[in-house]
Nanobody, 124 residues
Framework: VQLQASGGGSVQAGGSLRLSCAAS????????MGWFRQDSGRDREFVAA????????AYADTVKGRFIMSRDNAKNMVYLQMNSVKSEDTGVYYC??????????????????WGPGTLVTVSS
């Protein structure tokens, strides 16, 4: 599976940004997807996950109510709509594929494939 995230950039606090992740290589509708982020000096952090056909999602408490994860299986795409962003949302965002689990997983160790990441910088 090849993953490519895009859509990162600079945004002011309170603004919005939409990340996209394109997947290829396997039947996309058969596996869960997740978004994780990492900032300098911090551990990789779970952000959001979605089940294989998109009926279930999971969010970190820090982004719940502000971020929305979705997927379009016809286009092999997942998205992360980031609203009301805060400075602590700054980091490199990675999309990941969990081929063994069709449910959304919060555990980064269950994910088999990772994209190269896209940088999000939130300025106050």
């Amino acid at each position: 599976v090849q993953l490519q995230a895009s859509g990162g950039g600079s945004v002011q606090a309170g603004g919005s940004l939409r990340l996209s992740c394109a997947a290829s290589g396997r039947t996309f509708s058969r596996y869960g997807m997740g978004w994780f982020r990492q900032d300098s000096g911090r551990d990789r952090e779970f952000v959001a996950a979605i089940s294989a056909i998109g009926e279930n999602t999971a969010y970190a408490d820090t982004v719940k109510g502000r971020f929305i994860m979705s997927r379009d299986n016809a286009k092999n795409m997942v998205y992360l709509q980031m609203n009301s962003v805060k400075s602590e949302d700054t980091g490199v965002y990675y999309c990941a594929a969990d081929l063994a689990n069709w449910r959304p997983s919060r555990n980064w160790k269950t994910y088999n494939y990772w994209g190269p990441g896209t940088l999000v910088t939130v300025s106050s």
